[in-house]
Nanobody
Framework: QVQLVEIGGGLVQPGGSLRLSCAAS????????MGWYRQAPGKQRELVAA???????NSADSMKGRFTISRDNAKNTVYLQMNSLKPEDTAVYFCYAYRNLPSPVHYWGQGTQVTVSS
């Protein structure tokens, strides 16, 4: 069973920065992709950014230029550097990991709260 441990949420002022990290453990197979979703109160969960083991990235248009995703494959850890944060970035951020062997499956972290407020 793969476990994901997220670190780095908290309270930050508008314009500030936060760095989230998520470490995956317990996988006997390679993790193909890792990334982040977020969910604000009353809204659907949305993709923030994702990255494959080969380094291919995908991110939501509203976050391009402000958020950067990176990954350390040796540590099975994904990072999300968030700059120029806005109040509308306030949400619970969930890490996920995807692998396709022995069968396709997504794993989810417990979520970490990010609050952007003055």
């Amino acid at each position: 069973q793969v476990q994901l441990v997220e670190i780095g949420g908290g309270l930050v002022q508008p314009g500030g920065s936060l760095r989230l990290s998520c470490a995956a453990s317990g996988s006997d197979f390679s993790i193909n992709a890792m990334g982040w979703y977020r969910q604000a109160p009353g809204k659907q969960r949305e993709l923030v950014a994702a990255i494959t083991s080969g380094g291919r990235r995908n991110s939501a248009d509203s976050m391009k230029g402000r958020f950067t995703i990176s990954r350390d494959n040796a540590k099975n850890t994904v990072y999300l550097q968030m700059n120029s944060l806005k109040p509308e970035d306030t949400a619970v951020y969930f890490c996920y990991a995807y692998r396709n062997l022995p069968s396709p499956v997504h794993y989810w972290g417990q979520g970490t709260q990010v609050t952007v407020s003055s």
